[in-house]
């Protein structure tokens, strides 16, 4: 299921990327990478703030679709 439909507060293992290679070139540097565990801190109007490894990003929800967890 794509990083969109999860719930706040719930810890998830990141199972792939999807998108242009850019894009996965871009998430990767952030540290979404498969395996890693994440977690959505808030949704505000549809962009997420998660936290990935020690810190918390923000990210569109044009991104979170290419994250499947």
Known sequence: MPLTLANQDEHFLIKKIKGKEEVR???ENL???AG???SVVSKI????IVQ???????ISSEMAQEIII
């Open 25 to 27: 070139r871009f998430l």
């Open 36 to 38: 890693a565990e994440v």
């Open 52 to 58: 990935i490894k020690d810190s918390r990003v923000a």
């Open 45 to 48: 109007c549809g962009n997420l």
């Open 31 to 33: 540290g979404f990478v």
